[in-house]
């Protein structure tokens, strides 16, 4: 399969502890971008992790990718009740037609606790 | 982040009619659109690849006569449900890929019923 199988698909936490999601794939990637998506809404960019780059931060985010692996993992810092929400990997394949497709998974459902 | 924008945001129409879905990239261009739907708590499902200038590319199961894709301009894609029918009842959502840096914005979504 080439889409992105997010790992565990349901977490739950209290605020201000940390959330790590992790992300495996199995095919040849040009980059593996993080969503998401409230309840009955659209997708939210989170942040986009480029094939030679392992590790990316932005605010309370950090994303590794080991492409020996093929695996990608999301960290949440601090979390807040807001950060409820579903959390999706897309890699990217890197091959002729399929250049561009997203591949999702299921998601990890978030839910932090007051 | 980039912005997205989809109109309308729900629609209702009758069985057998056609629906016009349009899909926009508002500050910046994309020479690529997706098309996906989504069902209830699932993943989102790729139907077609929207490429500007050219014939969209369909997905293995998705009916190209029945979901009419046309990419009229570098900020402009839009998705026809033709004879609608209850099944075809779901979330629509299209996302642009930013060519500058390969990131994916997706617009908010369609909500589609069919009755």
């Known amino acids: 399969s080439q889409q992105g199988e997010e790992d565990p698909q349901a977490l739950s936490i209290q605020e201000g502890e940390n959330a790590t999601m992790n992300c495996s794939y199995k095919?040849?990637?040009?980059?593996l971008q993080w969503y998401r998506q409230n309840s009955g809404r659209g997708l939210v960019h989170l942040i986009l992790?480029?094939?030679?780059?392992r590790e990316k931060h932005s605010g309370r985010l950090r994303v590794t990718l080991d492409t020996s692996k093929k695996s990608s993992s999301l960290l949440i810092t601090a979390s807040r009740a807001a950060d409820t929400a579903s959390y999706f990997c897309?890699?990217?394949?890197?091959?002729?037609?399929?250049?561009?497709?997203?591949?999702f998974g299921r998601g990890t459902q978030l839910t932090v606790w007051p | 982040g980039a912005v997205v924008s989809q109109h309308p945001s729900r629609v209702i129409c009758k069985s057998g009619t056609s629906v016009k879905i349009e899909c926009r990239s508002l500050?910046?261009?994309?020479?690529?659109m997706f098309w996906y739907r989504q069902f209830p708590k699932q993943s989102l499902m790729l139907m077609a690849t929207?490429?500007?200038?050219?014939?969209?590319?369909?997905e293995q199961g998705v009916e190209k006569d029945k979901f009419l894709i046309n990419h009229a301009s570098l900020t402009l894609s839009t998705l026809t449900v033709t004879s609608a029918h209850p099944e075809d009842s779901s979330f629509y959502i299209c996302?642009?890929?930013?060519?500058?840096?390969?990131?994916?914005?997706f617009g908010p979504g369609t909500r589609l019923t069919v009755t």
């Open positions: 996302s642009a890929r930013r060519q500058s840096t390969y990131e994916q914005y």
């Open positions: 929207s490429n500007e200038g050219s014939k969209a590319t369909y």
């Open positions: 897309a890699p990217e394949a890197d091959r002729g037609s399929t250049l561009g497709r997203l591949y």
């Open positions: 992790i480029r094939s030679n780059e």
């Open positions: 095919t040849s990637i040009n980059n």
């Open positions: 500050d910046f261009q994309a020479t690529t």
